[in-house]
C-alpha cells in the first residue's frame, strides 16, 4: 500500500463511521474533497476527511474510490475542522454535517459552476424621472426600479430579486435597459469599498467600537447597542477595513425576509463585492454566489445560519448581527448554533468575531463579563433620541376585554388622534400554556421544579415538563378561589377587535400567516412607511430591525404569556422583545410610549423594566439561572425520543435515561424522561430526557459514552433519538 493510499470517506448518512476507499494510482485525493464512491450497489458522493496507510478493512475487501468531480478541495481546512468540531460538540454525525454544509447541487455531486463576471444593474437619469413622474405601469416592472434605492446604486440581479422579493430575469432587466431606464455596469470586485454618498461624521462611540476591533486581539467582541444607535453602520466600517486589508467578510443575519432591505444596504455599500446567500434563493444562484465567496471573488459573504459554513479563502472578520435571534440555532438534524460556531470559526481562523445585539443573550454577556470577550457599547443614538420608558397597566384593575385594557384603548385613541401609529404587540411565543388565575394572578407551578405546569386544550392534566410531574388540573385558584383559565390568544382575533373599536382607522397585520406570500411582507412594510395615523397588529415580527418614523405607541397584549411560561428562554426572549418592541417607538422627534398588559406589575422582572437599561432588566434573571444551575451558569442538553406509539417513546426514553444514568460523569442530572410539551407531532409520540451539568465535560463525555453504547444496541425501527446541546427552547 503506498503512503497515505487510503482515503477515508464521510458520507450523507445517519452514521457515525468512516468509509476507507483506496486511491486509484496517479489519483491525487486530499482532506475536503468531493469523492464518488461506490456504495452498498450503487455509488455515492462523499468528502474526504483524512488519509491513511492502513485500513481495518481487509485489502481484498477495500474498494476504490472512483473520480472526484473536483480538481481539488472543495472545503478548507478550517472549515472541515470547524464541521468536525461541530460534529463532535452536537453529537451528530459527521457525514450529514459535512455534506448538509455544501449547497444542494454539489451534495448530489454537480459540478462546481464556472464563473461568470455578473453585471450590475442601476437607475439611469431617464428612469429615475420616469419612476417620479410615475409613468412606470408594469407592477414587476415598477418593484424592480423601487427596489434600487437611489441614483447611482448598483445591484446585481441576485441583490435585486432579495429586496425586491420577486424572481426577477434577465429578461425583466433587458426590458428595463431597452426602455432606457436601467444601464449596466461591472465593479471590480476587489477594489477597496468606494467612498459613500453618507458621510456621517461617526458618534465617540462608533469610533471606538471600530478601534476596538482587532486581529491581534483573540477574543470575540460583545458590541451593545440600543436600537437605532449605529451598530450596522459600524458594521459596515468594519467591513471596509477588513476587505481594504484583502481580506473577506462573514456577515451573519438571523433572517433576510423579514429585514429585505439590509442587504440592499450592504450592497449599496460595496457594490459587486456581496454573495448573498439564503434559502429564499433559487438553486443555481445560491451555487453561484457560494462559490463565488469561495473563490474569493466576493469579498463580504452575507448569509443566514448556513451561510457558516462558506469557505474562504481569505477570512478576515465575522459579524453576527442580532447575536439574540434564536434563528441562528438550527432546530432540527444537525442542531448546531451558527453564533457558537462563528465565535470558533474565529478562533479557527484567527479572526475577529463580533457579536451585536441591543438584546444580547445571557450567555454572551456572562461571556462579556468573565472577560472572556471584549464588550463595546454604543449607548447613544447618533440623532439624540431615547428609546422610550416603559409603563404597565394593571390588568388586574383593568380587566382586559378580548385582550384589550380601558388604558391601552385611551393612550391609542390618543396618538391616533396626533396622527402617530400604534403598534399592537402579541407575543405568541411558546405555544404551551399555563394555568393561571385572572383574579390574583396565581400560576400553578411544579412543587420540584422551578417551573410552571402546561396544560394541553384537551387534558385534564397539568404537567411539569422538566421532571414529568403530574397532577390532575385545578378548576379554581387555591388563592382566591375563582375559576382558573389557560392563556391563548391570535392575533386575527385582536385584530377584529381592534376594528370594532377603531372602524376608521386603518390596521393592517403581520405575522407568519398574512406575510407568507412573496412580496407582502414589502408590501406592509411600505405600507406602514406611507401611513400617517394607523394601527399595525401583529407578532414579534413587528419588533425586528425596522425603521419606521411615525410609531408613538407600542403596547404588549399579554406580556405575561411569555414572562410566565414554562421554556427556558421564554422570558429572555420577553424582555427582549420588549427592548426591541420599544426601539421601534419614538424614532421621530416626538418619543413615544411601551404599554405592557400584566397580572404582576409587582414582579421584579416587572418592576425592573427599563428599556434604556438591558442588562440591569436581566439582573433578576441572571440570579434566578444561577440559583437553579442554568445557563450560562450550568450546561444543558436535551435527549429526544420519538416513536409511533406514547408507550414506545416512553419505554426507549427509559433505556436511553438507563444508558445516560449508566455512564454518568461529573455532577450531570438526568431529568426525566417527561412526554415533551409537543407530545404529539405528526402522529408521533415525543419524550425527553434534560441534562444538566455544572461542568461542560461532564455533559460531553456521558453523551458521547452513552450514545455510543445506545447505538450498539438495536433499537426497533421507527424510534428516532435526537440530540439538542445547548438547547435554545425546551418545548
Ligand atoms: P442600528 O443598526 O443600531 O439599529 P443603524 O446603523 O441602522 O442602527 O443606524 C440608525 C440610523 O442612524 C440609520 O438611519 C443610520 O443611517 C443613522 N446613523 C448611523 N450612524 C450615524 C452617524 N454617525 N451620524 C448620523 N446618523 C447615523
Ligand atoms: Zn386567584
Ligand atoms: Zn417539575
Request: glycine share 8%; charged share 25%; net charge neutral.
Amino acid at each position: 500500500m503506498p503512503e497515505n493510499g487510503i482515503a477515508q470517506v464521510v458520507l450523507d448518512r445517519p452514521l457515525d463511521r468512516l468509509f476507507d476507499y483506496r486511491i486509484p494510482d496517479d489519483t491525487d485525493l486530499r482532506p475536503g474533497q468531493r469523492v464518488r464512491v461506490p456504495f452498498g450497489r450503487g455509488e455515492a458522493i462523499g468528502i474526504v476527511v483524512a488519509l491513511a496507510n492502513q485500513s481495518d478493512v481487509p485489502e481484498n475487501k477495500l474498494r476504490e474510490a472512483l473520480p472526484s468531480p473536483d480538481p481539488g478541495p472543495i472545503l478548507t481546512p478550517t472549515v472541515l475542522e470547524l464541521l468536525r468540531f461541530g460534529a463532535r460538540y452536537y453529537h451528530h454525525p459527521l457525514g450529514e454535517a459535512l455534506l448538509g454544509a455544501l449547497p444542494p447541487g454539489l451534495r448530489r455531486g454537480h459540478l462546481v459552476p464556472t464563473l461568470t463576471p455578473e453585471p450590475l444593474w442601476r437607475l439611469t437619469p431617464a428612469g429615475h424621472t420616469a419612476l417620479a413622474e410615475g409613468q412606470v405601469r408594469g407592477r414587476r416592472q415598477l418593484a424592480i426600479l423601487r427596489a434600487l434605492p437611489a441614483l447611482g446604486a448598483a445591484l446585481d440581479r441576485t441583490t435585486l430579486s432579495t429586496t425586491a422579493a420577486l424572481q426577477i430575469t434577465a429578461k425583466d432587466l433587458r426590458q428595463l435597459e431597452t426602455h432606457g431606464w436601467l444601464e449596466q455596469t461591472r465593479a471590480d470586485p476587489r477594489a477597496p469599498a468606494p467612498p459613500t454618498s453618507i458621510d456621517y461624521t461617526l458618534t465617540p462611540e462608533q469610533e471606538a467600537a471600530i478601534a476596538a476591533v482587532s486581529p491581534d486581539d483573540p477574543r470575540p467582541m460583545l458590541l451593545e447597542g440600543v436600537t437605532g444607535s449605529g451598530k450596522t453602520e459600524v458594521y459596515l466600517r468594519m467591513a471596509a477595513d477588513a476587505v481594504a486589508r484583502g481580506r473577506q467578510v462573514l456577515f451573519l443575519i438571523p433572517e433576510i425576509a423579514l429585514t429585505p432591505q439590509l442587504a440592499g444596504r450592504i450592497q449599496q455599500r460595496f457594490p459587486g463585492q456581496v454573495a448573498l446567500l439564503h434559502s429564499g434563493l433559487a438553486e443555481g444562484e445560491r451555487l453561484r454566489a457560494w462559490e463565488a465567496a469561495r473563490q474569493g471573488e466576493r469579498r463580504i459573504v452575507v448569509g443566514t445560519r448556513s451561510a457558516l459554513f462558506v469557505p474562504l479563502p481569505e477570512p478576515g472578520l465575522i459579524i453576527v448581527d442580532e447575536e439574540h435571534d434564536s434563528a441562528f440555532k438550527q432546530q432540527d438534524g444537525f442542531r448546531y448554533s451558527a453564533r457558537d460556531l462563528a465565535v470558533k470559526r474565529g478562533q479557527l481562523e484567527r479572526t475577529p468575531v463580533v457579536l451585536g445585539s441591543a438584546t444580547p443573550t445571557l450567555e454572551t454577556l456572562h461571556a462579556a463579563r468573565q472577560g472572556r470577550y471584549t464588550h463595546v457599547h454604543l449607548r447613544t443614538r447618533p440623532d439624540g433620541t431615547q428609546p422610550p420608558g416603559v409603563e404597565t397597566i394593571d390588568t388586574r384593575v383593568h380587566s382586559p376585554d378580548e385582550g384589550l385594557t380601558a388604558p391601552l384603548l385611551d393612550a391609542m385613541q390618543q396618538t391616533l388622534a396626533e396622527g402617530q401609529q400604534c403598534f399592537v404587540l402579541l407575543n405568541r411565543r411558546g405555544f404551551a400554556r399555563v394555568l393561571t388565575c385572572e383574579g390574583c394572578g396565581w400560576v400553578a407551578d411544579c412543587p420540584d421544579c422551578d417551573a410552571h405546569l402546561t396544560v394541553h386544550a384537551h387534558d385534564r392534566r397539568a404537567i411539569c415538563h422538566l421532571c414529568g410531574h403530574q397532577e390532575p388540573r385545578a378548576e379554581h385558584c387555591p388563592e382566591c378561589g375563582e375559576t382558573l383559565a389557560h392563556r391563548g390568544r391570535g392575533t386575527q382575533r385582536l385584530e377584529q377587535a381592534l376594528a370594532r373599536h377603531f372602524p376608521q382607522t386603518p390596521i393592517i397585520r403581520l405575522d407568519r400567516d398574512s406575510v407568507r406570500h412573496k412580496g407582502a411582507l414589502e408590501a406592509a412594510l411600505d405600507r406602514i412607511r406611507q401611513l400617517d395615523a394607523a394601527i399595525v397588529v401583529g407578532t414579534q415580527m413587528l419588533a425586528k430591525g425596522h425603521d419606521f418614523p411615525r410609531v408613538g405607541l407600542v403596547g404588549v397584549v399579554d406580556v405575561d404569556q411569555g414572562l410566565f411560561s414554562v421554556d427556558l428562554r421564554a422570558t429572555e426572549h420577553t424582555l427582549q422583545l420588549i427592548v426591541q418592541a420599544a426601539g421601534r417607538a419614538g424614532r421621530g422627534d416626538r418619543g413615544g410610549r411601551v404599554l405592557l398588559q400584566t397580572g404582576h406589575p409587582d414582579h421584579p422582572l416587572m418592576r425592573g423594566l427599563d428599556a434604556g437599561n438591558y442588562p440591569a432588566m436581566l439582573e433578576p434573571l441572571l440570579a434566578e439561572r444561577e440559583a437553579a444551575g442554568l445557563p450560562p451558569y450550568g450546561h444543558l442538553a436535551l435527549v429526544r425520543v420519538e416513536a409511533a406509539e406514547a408507550a414506545a417513546a416512553h419505554r426507549h426514553a427509559e433505556t436511553i435515561a438507563g444508558h445516560l444514568l449508566a455512564t454518568r460523569h461529573g455532577d450531570l442530572r438526568v431529568l426525566g424522561p417527561a412526554p415533551a410539551p409537543r407530545h404529539r407531532v405528526n402522529r408521533r409520540f415525543r419524550e425527553q430526557i434534560l441534562l444538566r451539568a455544572a461542568e461542560r465535560q461532564a455533559l460531553h463525555r456521558t453523551l458521547a459514552q452513552a450514545r455510543h453504547s445506545w447505538q450498539t444496541e438495536d433499537l426497533p425501527r421507527g424510534v428516532r433519538i435526537a440530540i439538542d446541546v445547548d438547547p435554545v427552547s425546551l418545548a
